[in-house]
Nanobody, 121 residues
Framework: QVQLVESGGGLVQAGGSLRLSCVASGRSSSSRAMGWFRQAPGKDRDFVAAINWNGYITHYGDSVKGRFTISRSNALNTVYLQMNSLKPEDTAVYYC??????????????WGQGTQVTVSS
């Protein structure tokens, strides 16, 4: 079992930055690929970014490439999402995700509870 707790969401103006954090606890947390998804009201949950177990390989959704950066600290069991140049369309609940795989293959086995990010125009 893995528990994921997100933090760092909030209200920011367009063009601003936020950093989300996700602390993982439980079995083999540091050996799992991790990711971030987001869901806006009335829309599907979309992939944002993912990182493999050692941080060497990252993946990004097209809408966030060049603006968001995913990273991790296995010493702290924490995954980060640095979000720059935020746009109103980035407004959503952001969810941390953990895989049972060491490399990201698109499978999510655990979800966090989500953190709200609101970008004002």
């Amino acid at each position: 079992q893995v528990q994921l707790v997100e933090s760092g969401g909030g209200l920011v103006q367009a063009g601003g930055s936020l950093r989300l954090s996700c602390v993982a606890s439980g079995r083999s947390s540091s050996s799992r690929a991790m990711g971030w998804f987001r869901q806006a009201p009335g829309k599907d949950r979309d992939f944002v970014a993912a990182i493999n177990w050692n941080g060497y390989i990252t993946h990004y959704g097209d809408s966030v490439k060049g603006r968001f950066t995913i990273s991790r600290s296995n010493a702290l069991n924490t995954v980060y999402l640095q979000m720059n140049s935020l746009k109103p369309e980035d407004t959503a609940v952001y969810y941390c995700a953990a895989s049972s795989s060491s490399n990201w293959v698109g499978r999510v086995d655990y979800w966090g509870q989500g953190t709200q990010v609101t970008v004002s125009s």
